[in-house]
């Protein structure tokens, strides 16, 4: 990048707030994908004026500008392509505002999840999106992504919590979205426009998110299935059940076996399936539930049923859905890992179709995930250097694509496009879907300066790069 534009910007944000060596870049050239492309240099502004006032030097001197949370996005979508400036939002990191009484924040997009929870919490309000990288994604990667988590059964995903936006526009104008209050309909939806952009339409500075009473109560249930048809008619007929839990995970063989074989958690044999299932309320609402839910689940033949009341207890259940990422690379150097979403009332054809597509292509699958609201996390898991393996995998991938789509489901329940899942992008669009979003990118970015490259070029190049992951970079869901 041309040396007086590199001043230029220094001069805006000061000097300390520019990285330039290359051993700095480094750190900002990847996320939890695993691509990799270094930035000419980081910014990390301090105000949505500093960041208006950087987009209209890249206007003006033609260089894209890559928005960048954690970089704990699975697809690539913080990546700079290419290189460029990555405009890193950890400076702003406030929580402006928390109205008890009128139940809503305003805080600026570096802020952790995690913290934001135990912030409101603290003042007896929830904030129920629990992406598992809650301990250090932030709310502006979450908004930009549109994050989930398993709390999505009950509670929704980031997109029900967020009542209003202030963006840089790619022109470097600065926009205010939305609302604090709990209704408004006021002209067209922009803030929903911005949720789940990947950063490309403009670079989010304030978020005002809505917030609830916190549940008075929670329980945990861990439950070991001998037959995964008895466990997938578990949770149908729970679903029916009126119980409404606030997480239902499930867990299957390969995956279990994975977990047992590296952490040794003593699940029998026998174990075919296993559900993590969460409800909250009031205490009597949740005794209640409870029962409920352990009477469907001995209908169903669970061979094992554990129940925590503690907070402590209940996270020594959960340590089995949190050992499963670094457990899953113990079986295969590698995996293909696709976060699939169906009907979840098709989640037992979903789970059928992967055991046929495994057999198909000869590649082992483990899958796991948010099967409350039908959202699976589905593994292939191979070795890369063989590339009769990656070939096969490769073709799996999409057979499961075609599934997915076939039962009514989506190629993402939640981590987006970026790079990684971009050459599939018009399989669930089609042509004339891509065609509106890219003409309101165009009409958003006349000069394509904001993270160019994401959504919509798909890039297979990419694709194969970014499941090259290793033990080493077991850090995905
Ligand atoms: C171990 C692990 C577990 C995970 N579990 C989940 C899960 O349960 N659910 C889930 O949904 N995801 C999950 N993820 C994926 C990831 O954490 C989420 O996508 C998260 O929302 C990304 O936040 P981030 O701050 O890291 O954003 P980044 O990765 O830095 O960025 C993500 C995208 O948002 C854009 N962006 C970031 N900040 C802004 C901003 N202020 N304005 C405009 N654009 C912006 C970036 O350009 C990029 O396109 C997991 C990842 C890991 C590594």
Redesign the pocket.
Known sequence: MDKSVIKKIRDIVGNKNVLTSREDLVCYAY??SGIESLPDIVVFPGSAAEISAIVQLANRFNFPL??????????G??VPLGGGVVIA?SC?DKIIEIDVENQYAVVE??VI?GEFQKAVSGKGLYYPP????LN???????????????RAVKYG??YNYVLGLE?VLPTGEIINTGRKTVKGVVGYDLTSL?IG????L????KIILRLIPKPEKKATLLVLFDNIGKCVGAVGEILKSHTLPSAIEFIDRNTIRAVESRFKMGFPENVEAILLIEVDGDSEIVELIKGKLVSVCKNYRAIKIDVALKEDEQEELWKVRRSI?PALLSLKPSKINE?VCVPRNRIPDLVMELERISAKYAVPVASFGHAGDGNLHVNFLLDRANTDELVRAERATQELFDVVLKLGGTLS????I?IAKSPFMSMEVGDTGLKVMKSIKKALDPNNIM?PG?IFEPNWAFFRKSKNLTANSA???
């Open positions: 996320d939890a890559f928005p960048r949370g954690a970089g704990s996005g699975n697809v979508g913080a939002l702003l997009p570096g999840t629990d992406p598992a990288s250090f994604c932030t709310i502006g990667g979450n908004v930009a992504t549109g994050a989930g988590g398993p995903v980031t963006v911005f952009s990947e950063g490309t403009g670079i989010i500075t990422a976060d329940g939640e981590h987006g970026g993270n994401k850090t995905r869901t």
